[in-house]
């Protein structure tokens, strides 16, 4: 039978997945323009009390006494016992282009036993990259994002208040060595590999400057020639270029939450003629138990007598929904929904017509 359209109240659609132009530079990364990672450990102090302790944390203390050795302050052979110091580690990603004396945000991370960073601050802390350079120092405040309170029998945590960040936190000393203005190509790599999409990003750049200065490499490359461009400079011609709008393709895909009960999929989505069944068995168990007493002035005693009655209802299902091969996302969501079943036994029900090889995407399953 062929089924009339319903209301899915459990999916969320993808029509098409970029049904509209995209700009470029919302779709790929232009080589060498990237950030760098960077990492460091040092000192949050200032805390009350919600520090590391110490014999759990021995390297907190290594840590102080380097720091106060490099300040002039003699510790050798003291017992450091502070309940306001925690080690950390701050991490931060540098950005492309990033100058002298600029400014990066900083995340801040216990990495020991502390139970809480807040009202803490940072000691200057250097922030290493991959190659071992030291290209920021960070230093100040540390903005929890939690709370933490504690009582004799018992203590409430909201949030994660081992962890913060400082705004602007870093200050940049090291230039990342990389001079764009010498560059005479530019590789254009794709967020999403795909030789359509690929081909119709060369296809408007080369529309786009007259010329044949596109040139696609593979499914998530395209190779732009700067010096065809007619453009001196590098960055004037990619300027021009990150405007330019096509319109991209996607794979036909079904994302399914199990947890959330969510099913999301593409316009794309096609299922081969398929017939589908549904149906549920309840198990109702009921427990009434029965007290019995003993006649007058027996010898005797008042028990309880479990009484426990249990039965098992199939339910009566829709029979078979038929949905006709080369289905749209309209049909074949007007035919599950003919089934009158749950977005969790929807999620089966998919699961089930894949594994049969009709459904002609691809399935994906959080």
């Known amino acids: 039978m062929r089924l009339s359209l319903a209301v899915a109240l459990c999916f969320t659609f993808l029509t098409p997945a970029f049904a509209t132009p995209v700009r470029i530079k919302d779709l790929v990364e232009f080589d060498g323009v990237r950030g760098n990672d960077l990492v460091g450990y040092g000192l949050v102090v200032g805390l009350n009390g919600t520090g590391d302790g110490l014999r759990n944390s021995p390297y907190t203390e290594e840590i102080m006494s380097n720091l106060l050795e490099r300040l002039g ?12 110091v925690a080690a950390v580690f701050v991490t931060a990603s540098l950005p492309p282009f990033a100058r002298a004396g600029g ?8 990495m020991g036993d502390a139970k809480s960073l807040l009202g803490g601050t940072l000691i200057m802390t250097p922030l290493n990259g991959a190659d071992g350079q030291i290209y920021a120092v960070a230093q100040g405040a540390v903005l929890a994002g939690g709370v933490s309170a504690e009582g004799e029998a018992s203590k409430v945590v909201q949030g994660v208040p081992t962890a913060g960040v400082i705004p602007a936190g870093a200050r940049v000393e090291r230039e990342v060595d990389f001079d764009f203005t010498r560059m005479t190509s530019v590789r254009l790599a794709l967020r999403t590999p795909d030789f359509t999409t690929a081909k119709r990003i060369e296809k408007g750049i080369n529309d786009e400057f007259g010329a044949p200065v596109a040139l696609m490499l593979d499914a998530g490359t395209v190779k732009v020639d700067i010096g065809a461009t007619g453009i001196a400079s590098p960055a004037h011609a990619i300027e021009r270029l990150e405007d330019v709008e096509i319109n991209p393709e996607s794979r036909a895909r079904v994302v399914v939450d199990q947890r959330s009960g969510t099913i999301v999929m593409g316009e794309d989505v096609r299922i081969s003629r398929v017939a589908v069944a549904q149906g549920n068995l309840t198990l109702r168990i009921d427990e009434n138990p029965v007290v019995v007493q003993p006649n007058p002035f027996a010898d005797g005693k008042t028990v309880t007598v479990p009484r426990t009655t249990a039965g098992i209802t199939n339910e009566p299902g829709k029979g078979l929904a038929e949905v006709d091969g080369g289905a749209n996302l309209s049909e074949i969501v007007a035919g599950l929904n003919a089934l009158g079943v749950s977005p ?13 090889g009709a459904l002609h995407a691809e399935f994906i399953v959080n």
């Open 73 to 84: 302050v003699n510790v050798s052979g003291e017992t450091l016992q502070p309940k306001n």
């Open 103 to 110: 400014r990066v945000d900083v995340s801040v991370s216990a």
């Open 344 to 356: 969790h036994d929807m999620i089966d029900i998919l699961k089930s017509i894949n594994a049969a």
